[in-house]
């Protein structure tokens, strides 16, 4: 088959990895892919978010099946458009992934089937949201309803910080139109994990969890990231856990979407908080998960294109899906100033050969020559998996110790 990955970050390179090992896929292409992709995959100059040109591309090199991996082309209606120009693809269609693009529609959701989530109120002026959060007193999370990179979501341990919040999205426009509405809700307390589920909008397959670290400093400190780092599985998610939030939580949420017209094929991300009262949402998104991806993959011993056309087909039940026992790590290596601004075209020295133990799964990344260059704020994911946590923590930061470029930062404290 000719397999077509739409994307160009990590999450993108370790679906390329796990197609490529496929006898079923005779060519793989990535659009517009990095440098990492590029050994696996032909990269083509599309952007993800091009749906016209994603089909254009599809067509030409007689695409069998397409993967939609990132948000904003889900939300753009990219696996609608394909199926309607007659191209299989892997992803939900524009509805369902509602679930991710508007918190607002999410929180309306849970709220209507009973799914358990934080007390929470939406806002359209600043001023309302701002008198809101004077009443309520923090800490208190601030939310921008739509995409923003996985950034739109601010932790406010002060009154005044989430009033900041509220300004910066709202009135500053710092997400453009993703911030123009807002969700305001309690903060809760707890561990979190998160629970990546294929579904072909019946049946529910849970991976194993795992435990993303998204503030940019150690020990939770400092503004919120696309992700620092993860591990699989999450310490504390015991499988007395994952049955009731599979019965209160998972299969509640796809047949909520599906008894709204809105069926969910794909890959469903539970964003979850275990709290004194019981798991509750934090978010949805309607894709893997990134750096989760990455380090729940690496477990995953069975033919990922099998998978994905079985959720595709709605024949879920009947999959093959096998994983490895242990443990895995992956830590992000950033650029410098990330999340704010930072600088791109960074040679990037020290990098390793793989290993099926040792990943280093490309995010920001491109060609220069013959060099490998920095090209966004998550530069690389260094992933190790082995049969304990400790060992692939370990494994993972001693690889990550190898690798050079100016102003490299990382998190110390993934996975503890």
Same mark, same amino acid.
């Given at each position: 088959m000719r397999v077509l990955v739409i994307g160009a970050g990590g999450r993108e390179h370790v679906l390329c990895w796990k197609l490529a090992q496929s006898a079923r896929v005779t060519k793989l292409y990535c659009a517009p892919g990095n440098a990492g992709i590029s050994r696996l995959a032909e990269c083509v100059p599309v952007r993800a978010t091009d749906v016209d040109g994603i089909i254009a591309l599809a067509k030409r090199e007689k695409i069998d099946f397409?993967?939609?991996?990132?948000?904003?082309?889900?939300?753009?209606?990219?696996?609608?458009a394909l199926e309607a120009a007659g191209i299989s693809a892997f992803g939900p269609r524009r509805a369902a992934a509602e679930i991710e693009s508007?918190?607002?529609? *999410?929180?309306?959701?849970?709220?209507?089937?009973? #799914? %358990? &989530?934080? /007390?929470?109120? +939406?806002?359209?002026?600043?001023?309302?949201?701002?008198?809101?959060?004077?009443?309520?007193?923090?800490?208190?999370?601030?939310?921008?309803?739509?995409?923003?990179?996985?950034?739109?979501?601010?932790?406010?341990r002060t009154e005044d910080e989430a009033v900041r919040a509220v300004r910066d999205m709202m009135e500053n426009k710092r997400f453009e139109e993703a911030g123009a509405r807002v969700v305001v809700e309690e903060c809760m307390t707890g561990p979190e994990v998160t629970v990546l589920a294929f579904t072909d909008g019946e049946t529910?397959?849970?991976?194993?969890?795992?435990?993303?670290?998204?503030?940019?400093?150690?020990?939770?400190?400092?503004?919120?990231?696309?992700?620092?780092?993860?591990?699989?599985?999450?310490?504390?998610?015991?499988?007395?856990? *994952?049955?009731?939030?599979?019965?209160?939580?998972? #299969? %509640? &949420?796809? /047949?909520?979407? +599906?008894?709204?017209?809105?069926?969910?094929?794909?890959?469903?991300?539970?964003?979850?908080?275990?709290t004194e009262q019981g798991p509750r949402v934090v978010e949805y998104n309607a894709r893997f998960g990134d750096p989760e991806a990455q380090a729940v993959l690496m477990l995953l011993e069975s033919d990922l294109l099998d998978i994905l056309?079985?959720?595709?087909?709605?024949?879920?039940?009947?999959?093959?899906?096998?994983?490895?026992?242990?443990?895995?790590?992956?830590?992000?290596?950033?650029s410098g100033g990330y999340p704010g601004t930072y600088p791109t075209g960074l040679p990037i020295t020290g990098l390793p050969d793989d290993t099926p133990e040792r990943m280093v799964f490309h995010a920001g990344t491109a060609r220069r020559g013959e060099d490998c260059v920095t090209a966004g704020g998550r530069v690389l994911g260094v992933t190790a998996r082995a049969s304990t946590p400790e060992e692939a923590r370990r494994l993972a930061y001693e690889t990550a110790d190898t690798i050079r470029f100016e102003?490299?930062?990382m998190r110390r404290d993934i996975g503890i």
């Open positions: 397409v993967v939609v991996a990132p948000d904003d082309p889900l939300a753009l209606g990219c696996v609608d508007s918190k607002i529609y *999410a929180k309306t959701l849970m709220q209507k089937y009973d #799914i %358990p &989530t934080a /007390r929470w109120r +939406a806002f359209d002026r600043p001023d309302e949201a701002i008198a809101y959060i004077r009443a309520q007193g923090a800490p208190i999370v601030v939310k921008a309803d739509g995409l923003a990179l996985g950034k739109g979501v601010v932790v406010a529910v397959a849970p991976m194993p969890s795992s435990r993303d670290h998204k503030p940019v400093f150690d020990r939770n400190r400092g503004p919120n990231t696309g992700g620092m780092g993860a591990v699989s599985p999450a310490p504390g998610y015991t499988p007395a856990m *994952a049955t009731l939030c599979e019965k209160t939580i998972f #299969i %509640p &949420t796809v /047949r909520a979407l +599906a008894a709204e017209g809105r069926p969910f094929q794909g890959v469903l991300y539970f964003g979850l908080m275990l056309q079985d959720v595709r087909g709605g024949t879920l039940a009947r999959a093959d899906i096998r994983w490895r026992p242990g443990a895995s790590c992956c830590v992000v290596l950033a102003g490299v930062h």
